[in-house]
């Protein structure tokens, strides 16, 4: 365990932490008008753990395997909980959409443990990093979007317009990101599951 994955670590912790916040923020004595400060002070976290943990990695030269397969893992779980999460209260996206993010990652994941099992580690391709990049400006998005809301300066119908509208955009670069990574490590693949 190097320190890279620790700050992976940390960003999984920060998953349920959001989830109760932005569903229960009422009973934790948070106000409306300060919940998405709080949801985007959580998010910074996270973010920043993201681009620290492999700062930090390069800079002592602990980039390993294990890391190769936490990392994006980290990132997945985090991003998932917040859009499952964005699912409920004033939000309140479709789950259909959040599946797409939920079955792309799934298969990805599986399929990256299955490699390693087999001795082939599969790098993350520069597509997947757009998309998590993509995804973190959606929730930053989503999440300045609800200061407006909770002062009434923004309705609850537009409110989860916009945000559909914005995730749907994503889902539609998510998909192409699998299939991209698909076609790109097929002849891995094909060597490790066969």
């Given at each position: 365990?190097?320190?890279?994955?620790?700050?992976?670590?940390?960003?999984?912790?920060?998953?349920?932490?959001?989830?109760?916040?932005y569903?229960?923020?009422?009973?934790?004595?948070?106000?409306?008008?300060?919940?998405?400060?709080v949801?985007?002070?959580?998010?910074?976290?996270?973010e920043?753990?993201?681009?620290?943990?492999?700062?930090?990695?390069?800079?002592?030269?602990?980039?390993?395997?294990?890391g190769?397969?936490?990392?994006?893992?980290?990132?997945?779980?985090?991003?998932?909980?917040?859009?499952?999460?964005?699912?409920?209260?004033?939000?309140?996206?479709?789950?259909?959409?959040?599946?797409?993010?939920?079955?792309?990652?799934?298969?990805?994941?599986?399929?990256?443990?299955?490699?390693?099992?087999?001795?082939?580690?599969l790098?993350?391709?520069?597509?997947?990093?757009?998309?998590?990049?993509?995804?973190g400006?959606?929730v930053?998005f989503?999440l300045?979007?609800?200061?407006?809301?909770?002062?009434?300066y923004?309705?609850?119908?537009?409110?989860?317009?916009?945000?559909?509208?914005?995730?749907?955009?994503?889902?539609?670069?998510?998909?192409?990101?699998?299939?991209?990574?698909?076609?790109?490590?097929r002849?891995?693949?094909?060597?490790?599951?066969?």
């Amino acid at each position: 365990m190097t320190a890279a994955h620790y700050l992976t670590f940390s960003r999984i912790l920060l998953s349920p932490l959001f989830l109760v916040i932005y569903l229960y923020y009422q009973n934790l004595g948070i106000s409306s008008i300060l919940l998405p400060y709080v949801l985007l002070l959580i998010v910074a976290l996270s973010e920043l753990s993201d681009l620290f943990d492999g700062l930090l990695a390069r800079k002592k030269n602990q980039v390993t395997d294990l890391g190769k397969l936490i990392d994006p893992m980290a990132d997945s779980i985090f991003r998932l909980s917040v859009f499952f999460t964005f699912t409920e209260g004033p939000v309140n996206l479709p789950l259909w959409l959040v599946l797409v993010f939920f079955y792309r990652d799934s298969i990805i994941s599986t399929l990256r443990t299955v490699c390693a099992l087999r001795g082939v580690a599969l790098a993350a391709r520069m597509s997947g990093k757009v998309k998590a990049v993509m995804q973190g400006v959606i929730v930053f998005f989503i999440l300045i979007l609800m200061i407006p809301h909770s002062l009434g300066y923004l309705s609850l119908e537009k409110l989860r317009e916009i945000s559909y509208y914005s995730v749907l955009a994503v889902v539609l670069y998510t998909l192409y990101t699998g299939a991209e990574y698909l076609y790109a490590n097929r002849r891995y693949l094909r060597r490790a599951l066969a």
